[in-house]
T-cell receptor, first 114, second 114 residues
Framework: AQSVTQPDIHITVSEGASLELRCNYSYGATPYLFWYVQSPGQGLQLLLKYFSGDTLVQGIKGFEAEFKRSQSSFNLRKPSVHWSDAAEYFCAVGPISTLGRLYFGRGTQLTVWP | EAQVTQNPRYLITVTGKKLTVTCSQNMNHEYMSWYRQDPGLGLRQIYYSMNVEVTDKGDVPEGYKVSRKEKRNFPLILESPSPNQTSLYFC?????????????FGPGTRLTVT
């Protein structure tokens, strides 16, 4: 069965520090990969996506993610975190064969210290 | 403006009282889905629809019904709500077009069942 693992439930970083949020998936073929962010009381906003091609993808708000096929990973990174980045981050996988379906990880809560 | 709308945004109800949460999209998307979000569990798919009159169960369909009589609307029906259906619900849509794999999410409906 497809699964998405975000190993870190909660991460705390200082403002200005670098950030890496981990995501691993379990699926037979390369799926479509997404990172979403949810600010408190808000809906989901798409940060970035990977379908094919260059394995390093750039997103909004200065985020980037790297797809590593050998590790079945799609980690999210930001070189310098801002206090406004405090939110919950979700990795999602859309297997090609399942079209409309999307599988989410359990989320990583990011706290940013001033 | 392209968007997915949900109504109501907040709802408090009692056990057993039938309710419907509406979802509408104005992007002419074929695929529509319902998710529920619970703390520590991420988003889990309830039902999805690939087009008018075509629906299928997601991962947590028990206690829910859906219908897709029109392309733009995908209501979620709780015939006899129970407290374990207290959750944050999201509707999403995406196009079936080649390369259009991104899902667009509504703002969410927070449901409390007492």
């Amino acid at each position: 069965a497809q699964s998405v693992t975000q190993p870190d439930i909660h991460i705390t970083v200082s403002e200005g520090a670098s950030l890496e949020l981990r995501c691993n998936y379990s699926y037979g073929a390369t799926p479509y990969l997404f990172w979403y962010v949810q600010s408190p009381g808000q809906g989901l906003q798409l940060l970035l996506k990977y379908f094919s091609g260059d394995t390093l993808v750039q997103g909004i708000k200065g985020f980037e993610a790297e797809f590593k096929r050998s590790q079945s990973s799609f980690n999210l990174r930001k070189p310098s975190v801002h206090w406004s980045d405090a939110a919950e981050y979700f990795c999602a996988v859309g297997p090609i064969s399942t079209l409309g379906r999307l599988y989410f990880g359990r989320g990583t809560q990011l706290t940013v210290w001033p | 403006e392209a968007q997915v709308t949900q109504n109501p945004r907040y709802l408090i109800t009692v056990t057993g009282k039938k309710l419907t949460v509406t979802c509408s999209q104005n992007m002419n998307h074929e695929y529509m889905s319902w998710y529920r979000q619970d703390p520590g569990l991420g988003l889990r798919q309830i039902y999805y629809s690939m087009n008018v009159e075509v629906t299928d169960k997601g991962d947590v369909p028990e206690g829910y019904k859906v219908s897709r009589k029109e392309k733009r609307n995908f209501p979620l029906i709780l015939e006899s709500p129970s407290p374990n259906q207290t959750s944050l619900y999201f509707c999403a849509s995406r196009s079936a077009g080649q390369g259009a794999y991104e899902q667009y999410f509504g703002p969410g409906t927070r449901l409390t069942v007492t």
